[in-house]
């Protein structure tokens, strides 16, 4: 089902005189361990798992492996965003082999599009061509956005950068979304205001999703009204090295401060709802990952906010449109 491209893990391992190296698996890809690990059994070479998170590459564990005495990293699951690190760093796509022509197929009745934007995760990006091919045989002309300042090819969404989207929504009616899960069709309707079919070459399935998610609305505002009720406030920021919003953070600090609420600045690696709830605070402010306030939020005791909900709940910008999170350099550092 997935290439995990065992020749470029050979070379690379050959390449570097490893020894030891230090693996990342998403926990997707967990339980195909056995395959991943094969051209490490064949060459000799020693692997230390990091069994932490492995949410992108934004969450990278080179200083980990590093002080293990690991001679490189291989990170599977994800593509390079650029991040700098002090290991030899090889990145393992984890491409799906899957093709989307017939979940694509089963959506057709739903593609009242003229002019469609094409958009995948890293796993199905390289079935865009394809896609369009099937597609514009229907009538249907496909665009496809460029990389973003934190994507690597045409085409490719993160949950905190759907720039490829934006790039092509003023030409299009609508999207297709090729790829698993929610989050990245529900951000690409919020920011571009345009419809999505979402299609599972996995589950040979589709979902739609609206620019007017009135349901999503109405539980984020219920989120806003809770929170705006509290007095103690926990801004989160992230220690990993592509989720680091120190600058950001920050900003957020000294806003609610000039608010009147109390507001403390924490940096925490993982961020769990047990080590929250040791804090006790009446709402908490996630300047991380952006997928952690939209997917996890329920796991919280308090609410937890969106840089943007902040703003929000201090009157300073209204609900609607609501803006998804998404990571820019100048909130970094």
């Not at 069994?51 to 934004?58: I, Q």
């Not at 690409?188 to 599972?200: I, P």
Request: charged residues 25%; negative net charge.
């Amino acid at each position: 089902m997935y290439d995990f491209e065992e020749a470029k893990v050979k070379e690379f391992l050959k390449r570097t005189g490893a020894k030891r190296a230090a693996l990342q698996v998403p926990a997707g890809l967990a339980p195909h361990l056995p395959e991943i690990m094969r051209p490490f059994d064949q060459l000799g070479v020693e692997v230390v798992i990091m069994a932490g998170s492995c949410y992108g590459a934004c969450d990278l564990a080179d200083e980990a492996a590093k002080k293990l005495g690991s001679d490189v990293l291989v990170h599977y699951g994800h593509a390079d965003m650029g991040l700098e690190s002090v290991l030899p760093t090889l990145f393992v796509e984890a491409r799906i082999e899957k093709s989307p022509i017939e979940s694509l197929e089963l959506a057709l009745p739903e593609l009242r599009f003229k002019r469609v934007g094409l958009v995948a995760t890293v796993q199905h990006v390289g079935h865009l061509e394809e896609a369009a091919n099937f597609l514009e045989l229907h009538g249907i002309q496909t665009f496809v956005g460029g990389p973003s300042t934190r994507t690597r090819y045409p085409g490719q969404v993160l949950g905190c950068d759907v720039g490829c989207a934006k790039a092509v929504a003023p030409m299009v009616e609508g999207f297709i979304y090729i790829g698993t899960g929610e989050f990245h069709p529900l951000g690409v309707a919020l920011v571009t205001g345009k419809k999505v079919v979402a299609v599972n070459p996995v589950s040979v399935s589709f979902k739609i999703f609206m620019p007017q998610q009135d349901e999503f609305i109405k539980e984020r505002k219920a989120m806003v009204a809770r929170a705006a009720l509290g007095k103690t406030f926990g801004v989160i920021v992230s220690t990993k090295k592509g989720q680091s919003r120190f600058n950001l953070a920050s900003k957020i600090v000294d806003l609610l401060r000039r608010e009147g609420k109390r507001t403390y600045l924490l940096a925490v690696d993982d961020i769990s709802p047990e080590v929250m709830k040791n804090f006790g605070f009446d709402a908490l402010v996630l300047v991380a990952c952006p997928r952690i306030p939209v997917d996890d939020a329920e796991r919280f005791e308090s609410p937890v906010l969106t840089p943007f909900e902040v703003l929000v709940m201090l009157g300073k910008l209204p609900i609607e449109p609501y803006r998804m999170d998404e990571i820019n350099k100048e909130d970094m550092g």
